[in-house]
């Protein structure tokens, strides 16, 4: 089993950045794919990027691609999203989930997943 806590959410004014962490336990991390999603107040969960293995194969949702970057460090167990130019409409609370199978954009095929971290983008 793996589990993940999130970190680094916070409030930032539009154009600003964070970096988002994902931290997981267990020793077999470096086998499992994993993704970013969001769900804002009385929207449904959406994907937001996702990376392999290896990290060689990265994914992103058209409204992050050229913000959003995602990147593993598998000798920290831990995965993170560089988040920049923040818009207004990034505002969500994010999830990191991970998978054993294949990269997917569909949270149903995500095994595990984090508590979540607020992030809030002021205008």
């Known amino acids: 089993q793996v589990q993940l806590v999130e970190s680094g959410g916070g409030l930032v004014q539009a154009g600003g950045s964070l970096r988002l962490s994902c931290a997981a336990s267990g020793r077999t991390f470096s086998s499992y794919m994993v993704g970013w999603f969001r769900q804002a107040p009385g929207k449904e969960r959406e994907f937001v990027s996702d990376?392999?293995?290896?990290?060689?194969?990265?994914d992103y949702a058209d409204s992050v691609k050229g913000r959003f970057t995602i990147s593993r460090d598998n000798a920290k167990n831990t995965v993170y999203l560089q988040m920049s130019s923040l818009k207004p409409e990034d505002t969500a609370i994010y999830y990191c989930a991970a998978n054993s199978g294949y990269r997917t954009a569909r949270a149903s095929d995500y095994d595990y997943w984090g508590q979540g971290t607020q992030v809030t983008v002021s205008s």
């Open positions: 990376i392999s293995r290896s990290g060689s194969g990265i």
